[in-house]
């Protein structure tokens, strides 16, 4: 697969995926692909998943 991808996670620790046909692909909780998400984030950015979701909470959260 060549181009741009996309994911998308709920708070049940499930997601979902687009195929490289196009079709969505819907995980379970404690699906191994999502293993496989996480080692691929740190792999490739030297930083855990929870690290960016921190990075991402801190700039976009609605501050009081």
Do not use: C, N, W
């Not at 979902?16 to 998400?37: I, M, Q």
């Amino acid at each position: 697969m060549d181009g741009p991808f996309a994911f998308g996670l709920e708070e049940s620790a499930s997601a979902s995926f687009l195929r490289t046909d196009g079709g969505p692909s819907t995980t379970d909780k404690g699906s191994p692909l999502l293993v496989l998400l996480a080692s691929e984030i740190l792999a490739r950015t030297g930083r855990s998943a929870s690290e960016q979701y921190g990075d991402l909470v801190a700039q976009h959260a609605d501050v009081d």
